[in-house]
């Protein structure tokens, strides 16, 4: 199995799904390692405890971690599941950025920005990050440029998660501008 076909698996089970292997996420979404790795068996995935650790090191956006001495692992941020990852809230930069799909505007700049089904918005620390996030999906781009810096002063609350994600509940449309490419 490849690294990358695994870290995608494993995105599946630590965020959304561990029922798909028999496993289930305690309240700071932990999996022990060996019920994974046995889970994963049950459902024909040979992963070794080598391999799961290339997939937390080498992974390219560092979705996943292990507890201090590896016994457990779970994903950093983006899943639907009500787990509390233990987030840092931050001052956040002055600006971030959310790339989203172009025919989406008209719902985001009357509602702002929602959570969808997961936990948080996923915000971008730069343009160039917001983009590839809305290259996952088909069609015209859309970037968001969010005040981050006045919803802080306004009070809302922002946390960064150990790959770099800034996270947040909502964004109303007033802190939103959208940027013409
Ligand atoms: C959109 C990946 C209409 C929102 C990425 C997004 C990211 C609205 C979609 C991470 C809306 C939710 C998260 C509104 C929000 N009207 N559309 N009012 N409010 N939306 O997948 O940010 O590879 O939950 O713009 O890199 O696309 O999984 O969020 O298009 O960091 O590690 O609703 O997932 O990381 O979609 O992606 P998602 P996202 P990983």
């Given at each position: 199995m490849s690294i990358e076909s695994l870290s995608k698996f494993l995105s599946l089970v630590l965020r959304?799904?561990?029922?798909?292997?028999?496993v289930t996420l305690d309240a700071h979404g932990w999996v022990d390692v060996d019920k994974l790795i046995n889970g994963c068996r049950k459902v024909g995935k040979n992963i070794s405890a080598v391999l799961l650790e290339r997939v937390v090191i080498e992974n390219d956006k560092m979705r996943f971690s292990f507890n201090a001495n590896k016994t457990k692992i779970r994903a950093n941020q983006g899943h639907s599941?009500?787990?509390?990852?233990e987030l840092e809230e931050m001052a956040p930069p002055l600006f971030l950025y959310h790339g989203t799909l172009a025919r989406n505007e008209k719902s985001i700049m009357e509602s702002g920005l929602s959570k969808m089904k997961r936990l948080h918005v996923h915000l971008s620390v730069d343009v160039k990050t917001a983009r590839k996030v809305a290259a996952r999906r088909v069609g015209a781009s859309l970037i968001c440029k969010i005040d981050s810096g006045s919803m802080a002063r306004d009070g809302y609350k922002f946390y960064q998660s150990v790959n770099g994600v800034w996270l947040t509940e909502h964004v109303p449309p007033q802190y939103i501008t959208i940027l013409r490419e």
């Open positions: 959304h799904k561990p029922e798909t292997i028999g599941r009500a787990v509390d990852v």
